[in-house]
């Protein structure tokens, strides 16, 4: 069983900069790729990025690229998201996941841990 925790959410204005951090109990995060997912309010959970175990590949969705940058230090136990240039619509809980393979994937039904969440809100 692996517990993730989420952090670093808030209330920001348009064009500031967040990192969020979510940290993974356990001796397993480093052979676990983890995500990041957010939900908006009235709309489903969607993909932000991924990375992979140990060699760091990763992934995003369109609408992040350039501004978002997903990393992780496993001895630390602990995932990041650094987000640049943010924007109203960009407001939204936002998830870690932890998958049980190695290897970075967008589909959230592959992700068998899940946070709690933290809310980020961009204002205009």
């Known amino acids: 069983q692996v517990q993730l925790v989420e952090s670093g959410g808030g209330l920001v204005q348009t064009g500031d900069s967040l990192r969020l951090s979510c940290t993974a109990s356990?001796?397993?995060?480093?052979?676990?790729?983890m995500g990041w997912f957010r939900q908006a309010p009235g709309k489903e959970r969607e993909f932000v990025a991924t990375?992979?175990?140990?060699?760091?590949?990763?992934y995003y969705e369109d609408f992040v690229k350039g501004r978002f940058t997903i990393s992780r230090d496993n001895a630390k136990n602990t995932l990041y998201l650094r987000m640049n240039s943010l924007k109203p619509e960009d407001t939204a809980v936002y998830y870690c996941?932890?998958?049980?393979?190695?290897?970075?994937?967008?589909?959230?039904?592959?992700?068998?841990?899940w946070g709690q969440g933290t809310q980020v809100t961009v204002s205009s």
């Open positions: 996941a932890a998958r049980t393979v190695r290897f970075a994937a967008r589909d959230a039904s592959s992700y068998a841990y």
């Open positions: 356990g001796r397993t995060f480093s052979t676990y790729a």
């Open positions: 990375i992979s175990a140990t060699t760091s590949i990763t």
